[in-house]
């Protein structure tokens, strides 16, 4: 892949031949400080199941011991697990906070070999932002975390992972919760200038087109891509601006990222930026497990893959200013 300096260019994701930037940094930063966190993990580990095996089969024990004395206590048998789950939780509960601890410390690190800032915890007022630019589902729960900022190809940008819930309850006042979004929410500055905002959202079918001009406030723009028609619906209050910035080459440009990511994508444009939402549902930026060894390469592959991510979509959207979009 091609090498790459810290300096929120593309990344690359090898760590085995030894010939980037980032095996370089891996080797010299990364990896000794791994071996000794894998040592921390398997003594945490291993702490964890000399605490937990005797009070489990001890638990278990006196269980079976008192079904014999009092046979009434196979009714409360829920209330005896809960107090066992509770155990098996509180004696692993140092394991647990040394794995926030050291996920956080190993996404900074990372990130920060890319000149990206990066925090475990995403302010809320972002996913407010994305939730009044208009390309969110409805939702009423919500989980936001890593927080991911900084410039790829001289482009700033923001980035949050979002998991949106809509509960809703029935007569029964039965609740039921429904996974309305997981992923990404990314703002890229847009080198175009533009007034109004314009939504691209991902195509929901024939009837839905129809209803969205009936309740949508803008227009639905029509464009001459059948392909991107089909992928997307187009809104805006301005259909000479929405064509403006969706030209051809823009429209081609957004079915490469559509295909990139491989999952729902909408976008919009307002107040100077590029909002995208990412609807991969699933994980982004995947922790360490604290079962695995920590110094196995499929763990940083993976949060490497999510990384490129970043910087693929200021590249196949040229979002750089020399291009003019």
């Not at 091609?2 to 010299?28: A, K, L, Q, W």
């Not at 079918?205 to 997307?232: H, T």
């Not at 982004?284 to 196995?296: G, N």
Request: hydrophobic share 40%; proline share 5%; glycine share 6%.
């Amino acid at each position: 892949m091609t090498e790459t300096s810290s300096s929120g260019s593309v990344p690359s994701t090898s760590i085995e031949d030894g010939e980037t930037d980032f095996d370089r940094f891996y080797e010299r930063d990364i990896r000794p400080w791994l071996e000794g966190e894998e040592e921390r993990r398997q003594a945490l580990v291993s702490r964890y199941w000399r605490l937990l095996l005797p009070i489990v089969l001890g638990a278990v024990a006196l269980y079976v011991a008192l079904m014999f004395v009092v046979p009434s206590i196979v009714e409360v048998w829920p209330f005896y697990l809960a107090i066992a789950v509770m155990v098996a939780l509180g004696s692993g509960y140092p394991l647990y906070q040394w794995s926030d601890k050291f996920n956080a410390e190993l996404a900074t690190r990372v990130f920060g070999h890319f000149d990206y800032v990066y925090s475990p915890s995403a302010p809320r007022e972002i996913l407010v932002a994305f939730s009044n630019v208009g390309i969110l589902p409805s939702y009423n729960r919500e989980t936001c975390t890593d927080h991911i900022s900084g410039k790829v190809e001289d482009v700033p940008f923001e980035i949050i992972e979002a998991h949106l819930i809509h509960r809703s309850r029935n007569r029964k006042n039965e609740t039921t919760d429904t996974t309305v979004f997981r992923g990404l929410l990314a703002r890229f500055d847009f080198p175009k200038p533009f007034k109004a905002r314009t939504s691209v959202m991902a195509d929901r079918g024939a009837i839905f087109n129809v209803l969205g001009g009936l309740f949508g406030s803008d227009e639905r723009v029509r464009l001459e891509d059948p392909r991107f028609e089909k992928a997307f619906e187009v809104y805006s209050p301005d259909q000479i601006e929405a064509r403006y910035l969706l030209t051809p080459a823009f429209m081609e440009r957004l079915l490469s990222l559509k295909a990139r990511v491989d999952c729902s994508l909408c976008v919009a444009f307002d107040q100077g930026q590029l909002w995208l939402a990412i609807d991969g549902r699933r994980e982004y930026f995947p922790r360490f497990s604290v079962w695995r060894d920590l110094r196995r390469a499929d763990q940083i592959r993976g949060l490497l893959r999510d990384i490129n991510l970043i910087s693929d979509i200021a590249r196949l959207l040229r979002l750089d200013g020399e291009t003019r979009v």
